[in-house]
């Protein structure tokens, strides 16, 4: 549980960075950007949860991987018509709205990577 926090939260910190950097750097809408920070984490966090949290789990990286990522895209839809109700029905800053969505979504993907995507098959 432990690696699966660190590795989360990295992840996070990471989505949340780049998301706001192509804010405000480059110019996207919050919602593209959160589509940038999503992918950029999607590595970080499966390399983590792969080789840290779930080591040992004895499912093949590619089938680990594709159930992964599986779990990461549901969870990232989720993530994002959230944010887009709450940037629409909300007059706060997107960056804190998106930190919100961020740990809201965490504690799904964790349920669903340990009993479902780093399963070891029989």
């Known amino acids: ?8 939260c990295a992840a996070a910190a990471v989505h949340w960075s780049v998301a706001t950097a192509c ?5 996207l809408a919050p919602l593209q950007a959160n589509v940038a920070g999503w992918l950029v984490a999607f590595a970080v966090s499966f390399s983590g949860h792969h080789f840290l949290s779930f080591r040992g789990h004895g ?16 969870g990232f839809a989720i993530n994002e018509a959230a944010y887009a109700l709450l940037l629409h ?8 709205l998106l930190a919100i969505v961020l740990v809201g979504v965490a504690g799904l993907t964790y349920l669903l990577s ?9």
Do not use: E, K
């Not at 029905?89 to 804190?96: F, H, K, P």
């Open 23 to 27: 804010v405000a750097l480059g110019g």
């Open 59 to 74: 499912s093949g990286m590619g089938r680990a991987a594709l159930r992964f990522f599986a779990i990461s895209a549901g």
């Open 114 to 122: 340990r009993h479902w995507a780093f399963l070891r098959t029989q």
């Open 89 to 96: 029905w909300t007059r706060a800053r997107y960056d804190i």
């Open 1 to 8: 549980m432990a690696w699966f926090i660190v590795v989360g």
